[in-house]
């Protein structure tokens, strides 16, 4: 196997515009790719520096629903910062909670896709 890394993860959005307004604007994404494809636009976002991607999929196209079920979980080094400038966004973010490996916060983009930050615990953290 020759397998490097995951390229991307596909959400599927109800509109391409929304959708990239939320993950750029408020998730701090980057636009990587916005192009014509055969199943409709192609829009990828990725975090600065990420080698993976997320597309954007209008799965009206193919007749399917957007929302989910998609989980997306984002690595955090602040989650009480990450969720206060959430909710300032206007963001609803479930309140953390402590887990055997970190702390956890969730909420849902535009089209209801489950979006969770974690700041793991460090090893040192753990009880034994």
């Known amino acids: 196997m020759h397998i490097s890394r995951l390229q991307f993860v596909s959400v599927p959005v109800a509109d391409h515009v929304k959708a990239c307004g939320f993950y750029i604007d408020v998730l701090g994404f980057e ?4 192009l014509a ?3 409709g636009q192609f829009v990828m976002v990725a975090l600065p520096g990420a080698q993976t991607g997320v597309v954007l999929v209008d799965f009206s196209v193919e007749g399917r629903d957007p929302g989910g079920p998609v989980h997306l979980q984002l690595h955090t080094d602040d989650l ?4 206060a400038e959430l909710r300032a966004a206007g963001v609803t973010v479930g309140n953390p909670l ?3 490996w970190g702390r956890t916060a969730s909420f849902n983009d535009p089209d209801g896709n489950l979006i969770s930050l974690l700041q793991p615990s460090r090893l040192g953290d753990r009880p034994s």
Not at 31 to 34: E, Q, T, W, Y
Not at 80 to 83: K, L, W
């Open 31 to 34: 636009l990587v790719m916005d």
């Open 37 to 39: 494809g055969p199943h």
């Open 80 to 83: 009480e910062s990450d969720v």
């Open 98 to 100: 402590d887990r055997p």
